[in-house]
């Protein structure tokens, strides 16, 4: 019986054969796949609205799905291309391709349209086509200077069109094409296509959405794998806003490694003793005073479980920042890092409600260990303050500030005296 059944499945298999489709070949055999498209665009010639036109109309005759790569292949390059990427030559070549095209902006967007309208029209080409990207990038040393400044122009164009993921970026790290200087002169000529399309903000939003923004400096090889390094070599290449743009991601990365490493200090209550290393990393990453007080202030008061009791927390926080206020002094050495710090004081305050009275005792404890001077708490109180809470601050802080004002005025009349 499962022999008949057997024999059965046979015979309906070969049926199906014979009565195969008149094009079917054309459907599953590469070299007639290929030869139809390289045949079809010789016919059309370099007008790529035709070019287009027959591509959307073979899609419905030709089987995309299975030969998207030979598809792909032949729009590129004009013919198969063998691993390495030389053009195999066991079939006929088209010039009505990418790389046979005229070197500059205006062609690169005429073939983007003509990979675009593909693509939408076929939908399920777009992770073929992705993967193909990936394929040429790894190809980039068997490519000539203009056909990899083509394909670097077609790529940026694209992924500002958002017909690319910016994942395909990930090929550029490979170890020979970084070791030889190909992965950062091919991404100079891509990202300058890309913001000739979108400005940093849209490339910087792509990048991040796949965790590119923070890999760029891979397109170097480690001894070169510096801030400093990829800030010349790109500003020079005239793409200052993406150097930039490195920098400051950088200087984030640096700001939270910094702050988890404080914090992680703080929490098992070692005194920062050796404040000396963390200036060292500010300088080494660019950091600003200003912006390191927030973050040393935010490390600080993130380190306790305070008490939930208003009159408590005052004594609490009194005590735990007298221990810390030799760090902040020493990122307070510029009256606009003071101002800084006062103004993050004002806000952590307002927002923890059960800090709004502690306000003034936090200000004078800081003012006596010299981390604020008068000056800067004399010009918070007139016309430097936040909004939040101030009514109920600057009442606190009035006969402090008077207190604060007499004192100058006494200092003032004693300098007069002496003279």
């Known amino acids: ?38 045949q079809g665009l010789n016919e059309t010639g370099t007008d790529l609205e035709a070019v287009a036109k027959f591509l959307d109309a073979s899609g419905a005759k030709l089987n995309y799905r299975r030969y998207a790569e030979s598809l792909f292949d032949i729009l590129v390059a004009g013919g198969m291309l063998a691993p390495g990427g030389t ?9 009505v391709c990418l790389f046979k095209a005229q070197e500059d902006m205006e062609t690169m967007q005429a073939y983007a349209q003509v990979f675009n309208k593909l693509i939408r029209r076929y939908k399920y080409l777009e992770k073929g086509f992705e993967e193909e990207i990936k394929k040429l990038l790894l190809f980039l040393k068997g490519f000539t200077e203009s056909e990899r ?160 009791k208003e009159e408590l927390v005052t004594e609490q926080a009194i005590k735990h920042l007298k221990q810390y206020s030799l760090l902040l002094k020493a990122f307070t050495s510029q009256g606009h890092s003071e101002l800084t710090l006062l103004l993050k004081i004002q806000e952590y305050c307002y927002d923890n409600i059960h800090f709004m009275k502690a306000f003034q005792k936090i200000v004078v404890l800081l003012y006596k260990a010299d981390v604020l001077s008068e000056e800067v708490i004399l010009k918070w109180y007139n016309d430097a303050h936040l909004a939040k809470g101030k009514s109920v601050f600057l009442q606190q802080m009035k006969k402090f500030v008077e207190w604060l004002k007499n004192a100058e005025e006494e200092s003032e009349s004693e300098e007069e005296e002496a003279d």
């Open 1 to 38: 019986h499962s022999f008949m059944s057997c024999a059965r499945i046979c015979n309906v298999s070969t049926v199906v054969l014979v009565h195969r489709h008149p094009n079917e070949k054309e459907r599953f055999d590469p070299s007639q796949f290929q030869e139809s498209i390289v």
């Open 87 to 95: 053009l195999s030559d066991d079939m006929t070549c088209t010039d």
């Open 149 to 308: 400044n083509k394909l670097a122009m077609l790529t940026g164009i694209l992924l500002a069109n958002g017909n690319l993921s910016a994942s395909i970026l990930s090929s550029l790290f490979n170890e020979n094409l970084v070791k030889e200087g190909v992965s950062a002169c091919f991404a100079v000529k891509l990202f300058k296509s890309w913001l000739s399309e979108k400005d940093i903000n849209s490339v910087a939003a792509s990048l991040r959405k796949v965790g590119m923004d923070n890999r760029l400096m891979e397109l170097f090889p480690a001894n070169k794998r510096s801030c400093e390094h990829f800030s010349k070599y790109f500003t020079d290449a005239g793409l200052k806003e993406l150097s930039d743009f490195v920098r400051n991601q950088q200087s984030i990365g640096a700001r939270k490694e910094l702050q988890k490493e404080l914090e992680e200090q703080m929490s098992r209550g070692d005194p920062l003793k050796d404040v000396s290393r963390v200036t060292e990393e500010i300088k080494r990453n660019n950091i600003s005073e200003q912006m390191m007080i927030g973050l040393i202030w935010s490390s600080v008061m993130s380190a306790v479980e305070w008490n939930k």
